[in-house]
């Protein structure tokens, strides 16, 4: 499974606009890039899932390069409740393969 | 999205008891569930792999004697905990995947965790 590297933390202010950056350089022809919210004591939150170019919701944006190895995600005006960790994870579906986690980043908004 | 649901959402017990957690997935069927592990200010650990119907596979570390997984139908896997100690306290997160024939998506659902404290 492609090994992700992240930044450890980031921080940031209300209103401003936050880009986290995932390297994943051995990412498989098939693996799909996947960003996911935890909050404390609480299961992960899907973010936003892509596998090339850019993909747009209602919360994010993802950024991925033609080379695939790294990936953006981008936060637009954030607010507190966006302080939680974020995770970058890179993978396909067999169906049967669980994700794996990294480090994930630990995105604090300030007032 | 689909929701998987976990039960109970937090529990304590004594060193030496076993515990269950249970693991739905509430509208879609999962063949295959995963178990995950979190201790304060680290990332999610993959236990184990929980298969409808057969054994379930364990990550390199993880007791198999010690956590036991259960998965029994589409939408139900257990682990129990045997013989708990203070050391396996720790937020445990269930996990699912809907087919993408049927979600047209690759996401993989959590459920909320459970938070266990062996005393």
């Known amino acids: 499974l492609a090994k992700t590297t992240q930044p450890i933390s980031m921080d940031s202010y209300e209103g401003q606009e936050v880009n986290i950056t995932c390297s994943h350089n051995?990412?498989?022809?098939?693996?799909?890039i996947t960003w996911y919210q935890q909050f404390p004591s609480q299961g992960p939150r899907f973010i936003i899932q892509?596998?090339?170019t850019k993909v747009t919701n209602e919360v994010a944006s993802l950024f991925i390069p033609a080379d695939r190895k790294s990936s953006t995600l981008s936060l637009p005006r954030v607010s507190l409740s966006d302080t939680a960790v974020y995770y970058c994870l890179v993978g396909s579906d067999t169906g049967r393969r669980a994700l794996t986690f990294g480090s994930g980043t630990r995105l604090q908004v300030q007032p | 999205g689909a929701v998987v649901s976990q039960h109970p959402s937090w529990v304590i017990c004594k060193s030496g008891t076993s515990v269950k957690i249970e693991c739905r997935s509430l509208d879609f069927q999962a063949t295959t569930m995963f178990w995950y592990r979190q201790f304060p200010k680290q990332s999610l650990m993959l236990m184990a792999t929980?298969?409808?119907?057969?054994?379930?596979?364990?990550e390199q570390g993880v007791e198999k004697d010690k956590f036991l997984i259960n998965h029994a139908s589409l939408t139900l896997s257990t682990l129990t905990v045997t013989s708990a100690h203070p050391e396996d306290s720790s937020f445990y997160i269930c996990?699912?995947?809907?087919?993408?024939?049927?979600?047209?998506?690759?996401?993989?659902?959590f459920g909320p965790g459970t938070r266990l404290t062996v005393t």
């Open positions: 051995n990412i498989a022809t098939n693996d799909y």
């Open positions: 996990s699912a995947r809907d087919s993408f024939l049927t979600s047209g998506s690759y996401e993989q659902y």
């Open positions: 892509g596998y090339k």
């Open positions: 929980s298969n409808e119907g057969s054994k379930a596979t364990y």
